[in-house]
């Protein structure tokens, strides 16, 4: 069995972390989207029928991922164990946690990446391996035959729903241990971050909104987002950063003050921290990604960890 540990210097370089969309499936809303009606959000849902060379180190996302695999071969590996992918399973990984990928011989791979407010409870076991029931292999085999049609372009509208049918089966599985209630107060606070991330945010501020004692807030916000706050400040920056330089012609500076960051220095810094790239490559590759017409991709195996 692979183990694995990392440093604190080894954390801070993880990649694979803001884009959800791997130029291979089915793209729908962003991370950085607002999911004011639903808990539930779907970024992407794709299928490769020869899916070789599927070898990612150290991947870790803001979104959760659904695996499905018509053929075993393919391993997620965490740090204390293997999971084997096949027929017989649903792999489901919650967002911010690291994995490894491993699989050379190519295997006909489903995944699905999403997001939702809920979180897990900390005894929940990670990864979530779940034995298909019939329905939903019945919405797999539906989903993989919509993606696998010869009739292009693929029908967004059934791709959307087939996914969120399976998602919403999947997700109220019993083996699945969620927060029995939101905290509203919480919430409150997710929310004030997402409106105002390019101010100055203080944990203090933040504890003082949720009505709570610094200590207390650190402890209830880190069960409730799997992160600390401070962290999760961040994440948000980054993301909002990320999707800036993906999407506009803003400098550096202009991206940094509204993104909540003090200069484009420490911008900087903590993007490549957190993306394992600088702001300036991650935009060139971004860029360069978009040059290829979805008919001439260079290779149908390309890009994220798909």
């Not at 970024?43 to 060379?53: D, M, N, S, Y």
């Not at 650190?218 to 987002?225: A, D, E, P, V």
């Not at 911008?267 to 060139?284: M, S």
Request: glycine fraction near 4%; include cysteine; aromatic fraction near 10%.
């Amino acid at each position: 069995m692979r183990r694995f540990k990392l440093s604190p210097k080894e954390w801070a370089g993880l990649g694979a972390y803001s884009n959800p969309f791997s130029n291979q499936g089915v793209e729908f809303e962003p991370v950085c989207g607002q999911h004011a009606t639903t808990d539930l959000a779907l970024h992407e849902t794709g299928f490769i029928a020869r899916r070789p060379h599927w070898n990612y180190q150290k991947v870790f996302s803001p979104f959760w991922r659904l695996y499905y695999d018509l053929e075993p071969g393919h391993q997620v590996i965490f740090p204390r164990e293997e999971i084997a992918l096949g027929p017989d399973r649903i792999v489901l990984i919650p967002d911010h946690r690291l994995f490894h990928s491993l699989g050379t011989e190519p295997k006909p791979k489903l995944w699905i990446h999403f997001s939702r407010e809920i979180q897990i409870l900390p005894i929940q076991t990670i990864p979530i391996v779940l034995a298909p029931s019939a329905t939903e292999r019945s919405l797999l085999q539906d989903l993989i035959r919509v993606l696998r049609s010869s009739k292009k372009p693929i029908d967004r509208d059934r791709t959307f729903h087939l996914s969120l049918a399976l998602l919403h089966l999947v997700l109220s599985r019993p083996e699945i241990a969620w927060q029995s209630e939101v905290p509203l107060n919480l919430m409150d606070v997710v929310q004030y971050v997402e409106n105002n991330y390019a101010s100055p945010l203080y944990t203090s501020e933040l504890a003082r909104r949720a009505h709570l004692s610094e200590s207390v807030f650190r402890r209830r916000f880190h069960q409730f987002r799997n992160a600390a706050p401070a962290q999760f400040v961040t994440q948000v920056r980054i993301r909002e950063a990320a999707h800036l330089l993906t999407t506009t012609e803003l400098e550096m500076d202009d991206i940094a003050e509204r993104t909540g960051f003090p200069n484009p220095a420490y911008l900087t810094r903590v993007f490549k921290r957190v993306t394992g790239k600088t702001p300036g490559r991650f935009r060139r590759d971004s860029r360069s990604s978009l040059r290829y017409d979805a008919a001439k991709l260079r290779s149908p195996y390309h890009g994220f960890a798909a």
